[in-house]
């Protein structure tokens, strides 16, 4: 699947300014393995043994991959994955 | 104190004071970090006492290094000894905050006080948020007060009062279709497209410093003393950590002795991800959809979770949750024993302090300060039910076949 996952502005030093890096990939795990391969330095900041940092959000389509099957959400042509802070907002 | 830097919360990287709100290292939360300035404790307290009636005299525990321009200072509101709920309940001493007391009604009115002279600081022209609807109104006001531009961006469908109660202050209001997450979301990405300040997203850090103001007036109200245990709603968990943050400042500098308070959380059943994870026995929480008529609580995702967790364990206390007859009967005791009127989210802590008491969890001995964050006239349809109206002729025979009839009934 051709997917598009959106970078935060504050990580775009490690993938040369880019906000979107196009890759394929069936599930948000394999998308994400895609980006961190293109660009060093992602991987340590996004996870944390093989699994998400506990202050990340990944959204595919606007919802949040942990109301879905995590990493493994599988991905349609086209989706867009987003990776947000998750320290936003409330009180 | 002065502020000195942004620190992760996660990893302790430092980052100047900026506009700024997480970690590009580990996407951890940012805080303020301060330096004591090695003032004894008799003089913060001479300078505190000579300070304005609002949260402006801890100034110099806020991240400023002056005092800030605001003209519409919010805080100094009651603490009130409630006799009646404390017998009602079998407590000893139990207190009330009725941050209800503040300029729109609200605790939200101190965290935006204090994120809107940051903003100004910081030399933004436009302040914005998202919010369950408190936030919306503070926010609205106090960048109408100040002379700012502002975009409020709300779930839709939240109660009308709180939604006229933003616009009359000519703010540009969004009503978004979705639950209070959805928003959140829309505007963590918006923080990225456009220059604004959104006070709980870049501008967090600041934002949230202000909920330690609660803590310090607590001490003060209470003759400079600590509760022995606090009762307070968690809806992302700030509120309930700052508290204890502001506490815990003041008696590592000595102005206050004694043990940090046991602290309590409150949720509603509806949106009670933190309630579950302290249940399960999580040190993360998992996010919910919320459905409660506590909406000023639902946020399904809390940012603050692990922290609100790691507080409620580390003191003794715990995370509760309630349903929402619980919550309206909570909102009917705090009025009927105190005269304190509250909105949902006052009745979420009441209800919750009534259980834990039902549970025998709070000894007799111990003082004990519920806070009490919101208005009960912005969540009306909370109340609709539960009440009667006598309805009668203007006379005094009509009053009495009426209290009658109701008597024989």
Not at chain 2, 29 to 51: F, H, T, W
Not at chain 2, 116 to 122: G, S
Not at chain 2, 337 to 343: D, L, N
Request: hydrophobic share 40%.
């Amino acid at each position: 699947m051709a997917v598009t996952v959106k970078i935060p502005s504050q990580l775009r030093p490690a993938t040369g300014g880019e906000g979107e890096v196009e890759v394929e990939g069936g599930t948000v795990g394999e998308a994400l393995d895609a980006v961190f391969d293109q660009h060093d330095g992602l991987r340590e900041r996004i996870t944390e043994d093989g699994t998400l940092r506990r202050f990340v959000n990944v959204y595919v389509s606007g919802e949040d991959i942990r109301f879905q099957e995590g990493l493994e959400t599988e991905l349609s042509d086209g989706d867009e994955v987003t990776i947000l802070p998750a320290v936003a907002g409330g009180l | 104190m002065a502020p000195t830097a942004l620190s992760c919360k996660e990893c302790g990287e430092e980052y100047p004071l900026d506009a700024k709100y997480f970690c590009e290292a580990c996407f951890g939360p940012l805080e303020v970090a301060y330096e004591s300035e090695g003032a004894d404790a008799s003089e913060l307290k001479r300078k505190i006492q000579a300070g304005s009636a609002g949260i402006w005299r801890y100034a110099d525990f806020l991240p400023f290094t002056g005092r800030p321009r605001d003209p519409l200072e919010p805080g100094l509101t009651p603490l009130v000894r409630a006799h009646r709920l404390a017998e009602r309940l079998g407590l000893g001493e139990l207190w009330v905050k009725n941050d209800a007391a503040n300029p729109t009604h609200s605790f939200k009115d101190r965290v935006v006080a204090v994120a809107v002279a940051k903003a100004l600081e910081l030399g933004f022209d436009t302040v914005a948020c998202a919010s369950t609807g408190n936030l919306a109104n503070a926010v609205a006001a106090h960048a109408a007060a100040a002379g700012l531009d502002s975009y409020v961006f709300v779930p839709a469908n939240l109660e009308e009062q709180k939604l006229l109660a933003t616009g009359v202050y000519g703010t540009n209001l969004v009503g978004v279709h979705g639950n209070y997450d959805d928003v959140n979301r829309l505007c963590t990405e918006l923080c990225e497209e456009r220059p604004w300040a959104f006070v709980n997203v870049n501008l967090r850090p600041y934002y949230a410093e202000g909920s330690k103001t609660l803590a310090y007036e607590t001490v003060e109200q209470l003759g400079w003393t600590l509760p022995d245990r606090v009762v307070c709603p968690i809806a992302s968990g700030s509120l309930f950590t700052k508290i204890a943050r502001g506490f815990d400042e003041w008696r590592e500098l000595g102005l206050v002795e004694g043990d940090l308070p046991i602290f309590n959380g409150a949720q509603a059943n509806g949106c009670s991800p933190v309630a579950t994870a302290y249940a399960e026995g999580w040190d993360v929480c998992k996010p919910q959809r919320p459905d409660t008529i506590a909406k000023s609580l639902a946020i399904g995702n809390p940012a603050d979770g692990p922290y609100a967790l790691e507080l409620a364990r580390r003191t003794g206390g715990g995370v509760d949750s309630v349903s929402d007859e619980e919550i309206r009967a909570g909102i009917r005791l705090l009025a009927e024993t105190t005269g304190i009127f509250t909105e949902t989210a006052g009745g979420v802590t009441i209800a919750t302090l009534a259980k834990l008491a039902e549970r025998g969890e709070i000894s007799p001995g111990e003082r004990v300060v519920a806070y009490i964050t919101g208005e009960g006239l912005k969540t009306l349809d909370a109340v609709r039910e539960g009440h009667h109206m006598y309805e009668i002729e203007p006379k005094i025979e009509s009053l009495d076949a009426a209290l009658a009839a109701a008597t024989s009934a």
